[in-house]
T-cell receptor, first 122, second 112 residues
Framework: GAVVSQHPSWVICKSGTSVKIECRSL??????MFWYRQFPKQSLMLMATSNEGSKATYEQGVEKDKFLINHASLTLSTLTVTSAHPEDSSFYIC??????????????????FGPGTRLTVL | RKEVEQDPGPFNVPEGATVAFNCTYSNSASQSFFWYRQDCRKEPKLLMSVYSSGNEDGRFTAQLNRASQYISLLIRDSKLSDSATYLC?????????????FGSGTQLTVLP
C-alpha cells in the first residue's frame, strides 16, 4: 500500500520558535496533501489543502501566516508553525492522495495518512 | 451542530460481544462515507467504506441510510485487538476537493 512518512515524529520547542514538519509520499506521487490537527480527545480538524505547485487553501479560522505550507514537489509538503505558542501544542497529521487525471472528475481517492507529529511548545 | 456526530462512548465490552456504533452527518450533499480506526497516539487508518447497500468485511458490517443521514458500524465477535477509537468520516462534496470531515470518534475497549 501507499506509504506516507512524517518527520519529526515528535518535537518539543520553546515558545516563539518556528517548527517545520515534513510530509513525504514514499511510493506514489501526491498531487494533493492535507494537513490536519488533532487536540486530545477531539476529532481531526482539517487545517489546509495543498496542491503541488500552488498555494494552499486554508480552512476558516486557520491563520495562513502562522501555518506556512509548501508543496514544492509531488512527494513532499512541509508545514511550518511560526512563532509557536503553547496553544499550538497538538498532534499534526498529514495525508496524501493521488487525484484522478481529470480535474474535478472521478471518484474519491483514498487519503493515506502519515504517522503524525506530536508538537509540544513550552 | 457538528458536521459529523458520534457517541463518544466509551464502550467497554467483553470479548466475543457484538457492538454497534452510530453516526449522523449534516451535509446532505456528502458523497462518500467511511469508518476509520485510530489507535492511541497513532494516525487514523481506513477500516472500510460505507455504501447504501450495506457492506460487510469479515466481522465488520457498515450501513448507510442517506434519507436519515445516518451511518452505522457493527462489530461481531469482538477481539481484544479491536480496542481503538472508531472515526466516522464523510467526504465533503466541494468542487474538485476531496476533503474529509471526521467525527470525534467512539472509543471502544474490549475486555478479556
Amino acid at each position: 500500500g501507499a506509504v506516507v512518512s512524517q518527520h519529526p515524529s515528535w518535537v518539543i520547542c520553546k515558545s516563539g520558535t518556528s517548527v517545520k514538519i515534513e510530509c513525504r509520499s514514499l511510493d506514489f506521487q501526491a498531487t494533493t496533501m492535507f494537513w490536519y490537527r488533532q487536540f486530545p480527545k477531539q476529532s481531526l480538524m482539517l487545517m489546509a489543502t495543498s496542491n503541488e505547485g500552488s498555494k494552499a487553501t486554508y480552512e476558516q479560522g486557520v491563520e495562513k501566516d502562522k501555518f506556512l505550507i509548501n508543496h514544492a514537489s509531488l512527494t513532499l509538503s512541509t508545514l511550518t508553525v511560526t512563532s509557536a505558542h503553547p496553544e499550538d501544542s497538538s498532534f499534526y497529521i498529514c495525508s496524501a492522495s493521488q487525484l484522478p487525471g481529470l480535474a474535478g472528475g472521478g471518484t474519491y481517492n483514498e487519503q493515506f495518512f502519515g504517522p503524525g507529529t506530536r508538537l509540544t511548545v513550552l | 451542530r457538528k458536521e459529523v456526530e458520534q457517541d463518544p462512548g466509551p464502550f467497554n465490552v467483553p470479548e466475543g460481544a457484538t457492538v454497534a456504533f452510530n453516526c449522523t452527518y449534516s451535509n446532505s450533499a456528502s458523497q462518500s462515507f467511511f469508518w476509520y480506526r485510530q489507535d492511541c497516539r497513532k494516525e487514523p487508518k481506513l477500516l472500510m467504506s460505507v455504501y447504501s447497500s450495506g457492506n460487510e468485511d469479515g466481522r465488520f458490517t457498515a450501513q448507510l441510510n442517506r434519507a436519515s443521514q445516518y451511518i452505522s458500524l457493527l462489530i461481531r465477535d469482538s477481539k481484544l485487538s479491536d480496542s481503538a477509537t472508531y472515526l466516522c468520516v464523510v467526504n465533503k462534496a466541494s468542487g474538485s476537493a476531496r476533503q474529509l470531515t471526521f467525527g470525534s470518534g467512539t472509543q471502544l475497549t474490549v475486555l478479556p
